[in-house]
């Protein structure tokens, strides 16, 4: 139920309509008796700096959460950034301090190894394929690194972006294999779609499935459809799939407690 005391959560993304936060958001804040609600808003990149300058001033603001596109441009609109979000320039939660200034982190890829665990599937040692460059790889990329991975490469459509990447990733563990490479899934026991594609009808997959062996573990980023197209050509192939809703419904609880937890 909506009152006066009702903190209210934006979720920002444009278009809005593929986002799948706001059920187990909402249903987390249940659980936990608090009375703060998550509602998607529509925002194009043009109007986006307008209008974190307006949710500045809400008082009952209690944060945003923030998706594609708009990850790394929120980044440099808040005051401060914090772990993967200040290594990175991106992130996909802003929390409103007392005082209106703006702290942001990122969830992302603690989300996504979360679901991968909780799915039973161990991260460590495996020698991982991420294909994307954008805010959510570059959040999965960092957190498969933090969870020990034995290997990493980096494939993206613009090759800048994923040097880029690959550099902000040597600067934060030093000692990791993580290189840049082509989206050829033959090499790799963990095989990611960290791009966008798969989310509309006809999309081109992000990587060619002949190329992935029997027995990989082929996950996906993409949450809406549930099965994308890549993971109906890996399981067709003998792969085991994971689910983009799998890095939702785990980072959930991550989302909130970063809310909940100011010290401003
Ligand atoms: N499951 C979850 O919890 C969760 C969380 C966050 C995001 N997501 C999903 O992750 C996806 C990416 O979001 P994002 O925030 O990372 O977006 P983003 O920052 O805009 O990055 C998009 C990525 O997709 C690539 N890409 C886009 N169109 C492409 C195409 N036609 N061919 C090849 N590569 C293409 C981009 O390559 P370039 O660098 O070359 O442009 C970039 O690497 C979205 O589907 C989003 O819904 C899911």
């Known amino acids: 139920m909506i009152t006066g005391n009702t903190r209210f959560v934006p979720l920002l993304a444009h278009p809005c309509r593929h986002v799948r936060t ?29 209008t974190v300058k307006a949710l500045r001033q809400i008082g009952n603001l209690a944060g945003m959460v923030v998706t594609i596109p708009h990850k790394t441009a929120i980044a440099a609109l808040c005051d ?42 161990a991260v460590q040692g495996r020698r991982a394929l991420i294909v994307g460059a954008g805010g959510a790889a570059s959040g999965v990329a960092y957190a498969l690194l933090a969870a020990g991975v034995a290997s990493l490469t980096i494939a993206n459509r613009s090759p800048a972006k994923a040097e880029t990447l690959v550099a902000q990733l040597h600067a934060a563990f030093p000692q990791a294999r993580v290189i840049t490479g082509t989206a050829d899934a ?71 407690d970063f809310l909940e937890h100011g010290d401003i």
Do not use: W
């Open 186 to 256: 033959q090499h790799y026991d963990l095989v990611i779609n960290g791009t966008a594609l798969g989310m509309h009808d006809g999309d081109a997959l992000p990587v060619d499935p002949t190329r992935l062996r029997p027995g990989t573990l082929v996950a996906e980023v993409v949450m809406q459809p549930d099965v994308t197209a890549l993971l109906t050509a890996a399981q067709a192939r003998g792969c085991i799939i994971h689910k983009g809703i799998h890095m939702v419904e785990q980072q959930v609880r991550l989302l909130v």
């Open 80 to 121: 401060r950034l914090e772990g993967a979000a200040a290594m990175l320039s991106v992130c996909n939660v802003v929390r409103r301090e007392a005082d209106g200034s703006l702290t942001g982190a990122m969830f992302d890829g603690e989300g996504f190894v979360a679901g991968l665990r909780h799915q039973g599937h």
């Open 22 to 50: 706001p059920p187990p958001f909402n249903a987390e804040c249940v659980r936990r008796g608090l009375d703060i609600s998550m509602v998607p808003l529509d925002v194009p990149p043009l109007a986006l700096d307008e």
